[in-house]
């Protein structure tokens, strides 16, 4: 699976954003996909997951009810709706699958080139 993010940008505070991923690869539908977000100077951290199915969802705790993580599987694509972004969540984003549900981490060693989101004001 090979994937490429986008729909990043410039916002103010309290203002949404909707991430895509795009991906390829006949195996796609049937991994687990994650968002994840990464700052200068530090770790890339988890974001968001879905199932491959796409019937559980889970969130990092800072993101919960403000972040919504979607699939279709029949366009190979993923999506991030971002509402209520603070600058904090200002950062690179990228997706990638997710080995089993409920885990915090990438399954694939690569990572596509991401999508930078800036929350300012």
């Known amino acids: 699976v090979q994937v490429s993010e986008s729909g990043g940008g410039l916002v103010q505070p309290g203002e949404s954003l909707n991430l895509s991923c795009a991906a390829s690869?006949?195996?796609?539908?049937?991994?687990?996909l994650g968002w994840f977000r990464q700052v200068p100077g530090k770790a890339r951290e988890f974001v968001a997951g879905?199932?491959?199915?796409?019937?559980?969802?889970w969130y990092a705790e800072v993101v919960k009810e403000r972040f919504t993580i979607s699939r279709d599987n029949d366009k190979n694509a993923a999506f991030l709706q971002m509402n209520s972004l603070k600058p904090e969540g200002t950062g690179l984003y990228y997706c990638?699958?997710?080995?089993?549900?409920?885990?915090?981490?990438?399954?694939?060693?690569?990572w596509g080139q991401g999508t930078q989101v800036t929350v300012s004001s």
């Open positions: 990638n699958t997710i080995p089993w549900v409920g885990a915090r981490s990438n399954g694939l060693p690569s």
């Open positions: 879905i199932s491959w199915k796409g019937e559980k969802t």
């Open positions: 690869g006949r195996t796609f539908s049937t991994n687990h």
